[in-house]
């Protein structure tokens, strides 16, 4: 595990979108990573697109008892 600096005012950001989605600050963070990697290596899908094939694959490793 690493450090990652942010600015103060994406630490808020990030603390408040945490408290809705009630995930912790570092799981919202890394949701956050995670949806901007695809994002960006697949501009042409959509955010939902994204969440699907994201539920999709790990329901394939858990089915195969991969992670």
Do not use: C
């Not at 808020?12 to 009630?22: E, H, Q, T």
């Not at 501009?43 to 329901?59: A, G, Q, Y």
């Amino acid at each position: 595990m690493g450090i990652v600096k942010i600015s103060d005012e994406l630490h808020a950001y990030l603390r408040k979108a945490s408290n809705v989605m009630s995930r912790s600050v570092n799981a919202q963070a890394e949701f956050w990573i995670k949806i901007g990697i695809q994002a960006e290596l697949n501009p042409e899908k959509t955010f939902p697109m994204i969440i699907n094939e994201m539920l999709e694959k790990e329901s394939t490793e858990k089915e195969s008892g991969q992670q």
